[in-house]
């Protein structure tokens, strides 16, 4: 499965494109938000973002960001942030990674986008029918999973089994010129 990610939330503004998943679990969520901008730093490159329910954060913003200075006090910032966590049944093998990042060429509209991939090994530490859900212990957290999607799946997975997991986050940022908060 593959496609782009458009929805009420994201109005059309941000497209995020997904490599099509293998494995016995696949579970995904995108989240987006809307922020504008309540104040720009540009010499000491600081932005303060407030969120929908009224929050700020200020931030210092990277030097490879090279259109901050077409940013102004008003904008908004639309933000998307997609996880997915993917698990294959099939004995555990190496453990990959990788990471690309990107930005808008200078000139062009801000925005910017990170991706990271990850497979480890996770032991399974627990298996809850009622939920249904399995629980995952890797190198650095422990994470729930769940099956609800198919709950035969806990049948196929034994507490103390390791298996592979492959987990893919990304976040991609724009700013919207047109719209003013």
């Known amino acids: 499965m593959s496609g782009t990610f458009q929805d009420a939330l994201c109005g059309g503004k941000l497209t995020m494109n997904r490599e099509p998943f293998k494995g016995a679990i696949a579970t995904a969520r995108l989240r987006t938000v809307n922020l ?45 942030y997609y996880e997915a966590w993917v698990l294959d049944l099939n004995q555990p093998g190496q453990q990959t990674s990788g990471v690309m990042v990107g930005s808008a060429a200078a000139g062009q509209s801000p925005a910017g986008f990170a991706a990271r991939r990850s497979t480890i090994q996770a032991t399974v530490t627990a298996i809850d029918a009622a939920k249904p859900s399995a629980t995952f212990k890797g190198p650095r957290e422990t994470v729930e999973l769940s ?35």
């Open 36 to 80: 504008s901008v309540e104040a720009l730093d540009l010499t000491n490159r600081v932005i303060t973002l407030r969120g929908p329910q009224g929050g700020t954060l200020t931030m210092q913003v990277d030097e490879r960001v090279k259109n901050l200075p077409q940013i102004s006090v008003g904008d908004v910032v639309t933000v998307a």
């Open 147 to 181: 099956v609800a999607q198919d709950p035969r799946i806990l049948s196929q997975l034994k507490v103390g089994q390791t298996y592979n997991v492959t987990y893919i986050e990304n976040l991609a940022v724009a700013v919207d010129k047109d719209t003013k908060r």
